[in-house]
């Protein structure tokens, strides 16, 4: 089915900005959630999914990574995730005359948001070299192309192969296995640019990268820190998990830069109390922290634990915890003693009595869960930050008991799946092995790149193929136009996915996209209908059942593909049954089964009511597969961010209205944004000191070492308490002012909550595109 997609573009007439809000969900959230899935979709095919999203029998929401509760009501679904659901089950598909009526070029000037809706890819289509049009080919044809361009390099590293984090854990294994199999580790995904600090914090100081709570930990927790997380947003429905924890007695604080709404006020939309009255209360104290304060803030409660200790010795510390458990504590109170309180203060922004208050709730809290997202994990002191809440957790035992533990809040639907299933660089050698005794032949050791050396490598030539199984790189990554350039490198760019995006606009000499189902879509094989497995941010792992007829005839499962392309590029070099895999996907879980730890009767396991719940030694008997066998206290230099004067540290954020890259209307609506997405949030003290003001057009200069300054034009200035000194802007529009070489320590991921940018009055300069490199030649106006 074809349809009229709607139009694009922000116009600045259009554009709104009111009182932000201070309450989530509710009335308007469920309103706002059916509006643009009846609209679009038609009302039969919307209700349908609607009432199969997170049910059993049903379909996993592709939205985030939020776990089910045990005990499904209907409607266990969320504004957003109706949003996803109806973006991706859109009956409108591009048409076949799209690729001859538009050249690659003349789609370049096309923002995600057009791109997005023009509807779902439904034929693979190739751009040959030196050609500006895509044109539609056979699916054996797209593999041919594949096959010759991997087939033809010097080494399997010159090719490498990107996730991103809805593809199943049945693709993801698959893909694993083909990478491999080709001869290399390069195997970057969206994690680098998530999570990752949080597996290596996590990963070196508990042994592993993962939720250490259950979801039924929520309502047994006194106390829950929720940092850098903005979950009315990004994770709705873990407010019920929130609210329903508040009922029972727990306390909530939020630390972040902004007031984020649905951790002010949240409005139960299951629940008729909820729709009609004002709402829960639900953070009892919100520490409004500058950007990359957590460590110093962290610090200081910790220091303030110790000293409780101290003051009355043996009634603070779970010292039988401490003894038996872990290691590092002596130099960790060593460390902190002289612990500068003015620099905690000038780091966090935040005063004393706020912080012994923050020191008081954890000390008379027995059971304490924190969790944390990217306001945690894009900084360059990241890992750091994190192992100093995971040294919190552990002063009073907070780790492996009933409503305790520490929660890194995942992001894509299958993200941590993904990893599971061997989606790394750099896999241990316990899987590496497994996967060479199940299937005879050698897999490569040497670890492969991440996605930021992914695109050094391109810069440097080194990689020549690009393979994507979903996601957005050239969107998503830091320093759009070095990233850009980059992508432009390569000889052939191949992107596996659902619907049109801009990694698709900016290619390798010769490209290729490969349509998908999505989740939501029946998957049938010559077996019968299929269903696939996902893990969520708890560590539970249950089946997805597509509902919906696919939107064409002609896709392929991201299985099919991965096992087409096995075949075309590696021929027999490997004895793999790839047409067995991709006839039953109980044959490709029969290998999980013997791969993947803990995954053990796999088959029978995920067909359970509800799945099950992969084993995790902190969590079910205080075992910790760390170096030392013990968890680690460790100690942390504190590290302030620097802000010259005059400048202000960028956080990089996401609207209430995108997924990622993915952009589904232009508001912001809990932020008071309408139509329009060039903005940037400012205390209204930095606004009066730098000598601006609201609603002012500013061009937005990042700083980073001696490298020429990288520019936004043309922002609006929205007058916004955040944190002083502390502004915020959209990703991914945002992303160009990220410097490439801006690295989180020791995990690689772009530090987009923490970039020095001054802002300049827009220089009236007419047609000068919005995101031009500083002094860029004046274009074709955004
Ligand atoms: N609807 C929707 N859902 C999503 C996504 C989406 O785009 N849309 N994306 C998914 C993905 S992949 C992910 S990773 C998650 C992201 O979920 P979030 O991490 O909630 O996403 P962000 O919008 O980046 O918000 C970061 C939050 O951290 C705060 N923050 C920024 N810097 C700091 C800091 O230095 N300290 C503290 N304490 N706070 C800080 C910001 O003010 C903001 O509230 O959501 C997932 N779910
Ligand atoms: N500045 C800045 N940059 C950031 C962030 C930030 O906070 N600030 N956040 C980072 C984070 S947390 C993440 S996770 C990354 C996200 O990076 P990516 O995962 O690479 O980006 P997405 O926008 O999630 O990818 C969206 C695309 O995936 C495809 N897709 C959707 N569903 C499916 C499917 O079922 N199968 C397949 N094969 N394809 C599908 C669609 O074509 C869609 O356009 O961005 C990172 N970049
Ligand atoms: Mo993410």
Known sequence: MTMKPPMSGSTDNEFEVSKKKNWAAGVPGVVHSMQPAITQMGFPRTLKLMATLNQKGGFDCMS????????????????????????EATPVTVPQSFWAENSVTSLLDKDEYWLGMQGRLVEPVYKPAGEDHYRPVS???????????????????????????????????????FVRAFGTNNLPDCSNMCHESTGTAMGETLGVGK?????????????????????????????????????????IVAVNPMPEAGLQRYKNPQKVKGIIGKGTPLADQFLQVRLGGDMALLHAVTRRVLDAEDRNPGTV???????????????LRAHLADLDETAVRDATG????????????????????????????????????????????????????????????RGHSNVQGDRTMGIWEKMPESFLSALENEFSFPVPRKHGVDSLMGIEAMQRGEIKVWFAVGGNLVAAISDTAAAEAAMRGTQLTVQVSTKLNRSHVVTGDAALILPTLGRTEIDRQDSGDQFVTVEDTVCAVHASYGKVEPVAPNILSEVAIV????????????????????????TIREHISRVVPGCEDYNRKVRQDGGFILPNGPRDSRTFNTSTGKAMITVNELVHVERPKGRLLLQTLRSHDQFNTTIYSLNDRYRGIKQGRNVVFVSPLDIEELGLHDGQSVDIYSEWRDEPDRVLRKFRVVSYPTARGCAAAYFPEANVLVPLASASEASNTPVSKAVVVRLEPAE???????????????GTGA
């Open 64 to 87: 985030c990574a939020w776990p089910d509760p045990d005990h499904r009501k209907l409607a266990e679904f969320c504004e957003n995730g109706a949003k996803a659901v109806t973006w």
């Open 350 to 409: 935040l005063d004393s009595a706020e912080i012994d208050e923050l020191a008081a709730r954890y000390i008379a809290a027995d059971r304490v869960i924190i969790t944390w997202a990217m306001g945690i994990t894009q900084h360059t002191k990241a890992v750091a930050t994190i192992k100093e809440i995971v040294n919190l957790l552990l002063l009073r035992g907070n780790i492996g008991k009933p409503g305790a533990g520490a929660c890194p809040i």
């Open 211 to 251: 939720s250490t709570i259950a979801y039924s930990d929520f309502e047994k927790a006194d106390l829950i820190i929720v940092m850098g997380q903005n979950p009315g947003t990004n994770h709705p429905r873990m407010l019920t998990a929130l609210e329903d924890a508040k009922a029972n007695g727990c306390s």
């Open 139 to 177: 699916w054996d044809e797209a593999f041919e192309i594949v096959s010759e361009s991997l087939n033809s390099l010097a080494s399997p590293d010159e090719a490498a192969f990107y996730t991103s984090g809805r593809t199943s854990n049945e693709a993801a294994f698959v893909y694993g296995l």
């Open 563 to 586: 096992s087409r392309v096995a075949r075309a590029v590696l021929g027999d070099r490997v004895d793999v049954d790839w047409e067995g895999f991709e006839a039953n996907y109980d």
């Open 317 to 331: 510390l779970d010292h039988e915890f401490l003894e038996k458990h872990t290691d590092g504590l002596a130099e």
């Open 764 to 778: 009236v300069r007419e047609g000068t595109p919005v995101g031009a490199p500083a002094g860029a030649p004046v």
